[in-house]
């Protein structure tokens, strides 16, 4: 089955800095990654996603980028801001309704003021 | 976007009892739903694959007679933790893709945070 590995599972920054957290999946008919993001006790929340047919994806502060031949992808936050602090999790899945959804272990991003 | 819906967001019970969680798609029909298991300061697992009008898929390691898990309707999957014991504390999450044409975003509840004394 799918496994997604993450890095760091903690990671520390200035505000106005740049936040990376990378990750590697292992099955390569997983053509679905979306990144969440979760405060404490309450539900993950989807910030940006990428599919298999796109190299890279950009909404505002947040980027993603792909690359499918090394299995990799990673999440870049650019201004980083306060309220940025959370734990993101990574995932990977096949682009179907029934197709299971597979976490990254997390990263715990903390914003310096 | 779509909603999922969860009950009760928080329950306590006795060490021995069953709890039953409840999750809704409130707009939309999902004939998957999916519930995962999330401990603290650790990373969502995924227990089981709850499928409309059939049985459940479990995870290797997730007892299914330990989780029973009934998807009776398009809207509604529920968990029922049996004979809880305190190790079964913790954060239970739903959620459901909306399978409407062009939507593969999954879609959480809001999670149950279960303690068992």
């Known amino acids: 089955g799918e496994n997604v590995e993450q890095h760091p599972s903690t990671l520390s920054v200035q505000e106005g800095d740049s936040a990376v957290i990378k990750c590697t999946y292992s099955?390569?008919?997983?053509?679905?990654f979306p990144w969440y993001k979760q405060e404490l006790g309450k539900r993950p929340q989807l910030i940006i996603d990428?599919?298999?047919?796109?190299g890279e994806k950009k909404d505002q502060r947040i980027a993603v980028t792909l690359n499918k031949t090394a299995k990799h992808f990673s999440l870049h936050i650019t201004e980083t801001q306060p309220e940025d602090s959370a734990v993101y999790f990574c995932?990977?899945?096949?682009?179907?309704?029934?197709?299971?959804?597979?976490f990254g272990p997390g990263t715990s991003l903390s914003v310096i003021p | 976007g779509a909603v999922v819906s969860q009950h009760p967001s928080r329950v306590i019970c006795k060490s021995g009892t069953s709890v039953k969680i409840e999750c809704r798609s409130l707009?939309?029909?999902?004939?998957?739903m999916f519930w995962y298991r999330q401990f603290p300061k650790q990373s969502l697992m995924l227990m089981a694959t709850?499928?409309?009008?059939?049985?459940?898929?479990?995870e290797q390691g997730v007892e299914k007679d330990k989780f029973l898990i009934n998807h009776a309707s398009l809207t509604l999957s529920t968990l029922t933790v049996t004979s809880a014991h305190p190790e079964d504390s913790s954060f239970y999450i739903c959620?459901?893709?909306?399978?409407?044409?062009?939507?593969?975003?999954?879609?959480f509840g809001p999670g149950t945070r279960l303690t068992v004394l």
């Open positions: 995932a990977a899945s096949r682009k179907t309704s029934y197709d299971k959804v597979i």
């Open positions: 990428i599919r298999s047919n796109v």
């Open positions: 707009d939309f029909q999902a004939t998957t």
């Open positions: 959620s459901a893709r909306d399978p409407r044409v062009g939507s593969d975003t999954q879609y």
């Open positions: 709850s499928n409309e009008g059939s049985k459940a898929t479990y």
């Open positions: 099955d390569s008919a997983s053509n679905y």
